[in-house]
Nanobody, 125 residues
Framework: HVQLVESGGGSAQAGGSLRLSCVAS????????MGWFRQAPGKQREGVAA????????YYADSVKGRFTISQDNAKNMVYLQVNSLKAEDTAMYYC???????????????????WGQGTQVTVS
């Protein structure tokens, strides 16, 4: 059973940056992709970025391309989300997620991800 713990959220001014981290507890051999999702009050959870564990192919939502970067450190079972040029609309709870779903790319839908962290709040003012 994989457990995920996020950290690094907080408050930032528009135009600022934050680095979110997610550590996955062992075992992680069953994980194919890890992703970051976010959910703002009154809105549906949306995918922000994802990364394939093998090969490190990355995927981004159009709204964050060029501003957010997902990366991994497999030796530490860590996934990071560098968020730059923050906007007020980036304010949300950010969740780390993992899936063992097989495929040539990371699935976009949240329902494919069976493991979730508790979330870390990002507030942009």
């Amino acid at each position: 059973h994989v457990q995920l713990v996020e950290s690094g959220g907080g408050s930032a001014q528009a135009g600022g940056s934050l680095r979110l981290s997610c550590v996955a507890s062992a075992p992680t051999y069953s994980i194919n992709c890890m992703g970051w999702f976010r959910q703002a009050p009154g809105k549906q959870r949306e995918g922000v970025a994802a990364i394939m564990i093998l090969g490190a192919t990355t995927y981004y939502a159009d709204s964050v391309k060029g501003r957010f970067t997902i990366s991994q450190d497999n030796a530490k079972n860590m996934v990071y989300l560098q968020v730059n040029s923050l906007k007020a609309e980036d304010t949300a709870m950010y969740y780390c997620a993992a899936t063992g779903a097989a495929g040539s790319s990371c699935p976009a839908g949240a329902h494919w991800y069976g493991y979730w962290g508790q979330g870390t709040q990002v507030t942009v003012s």
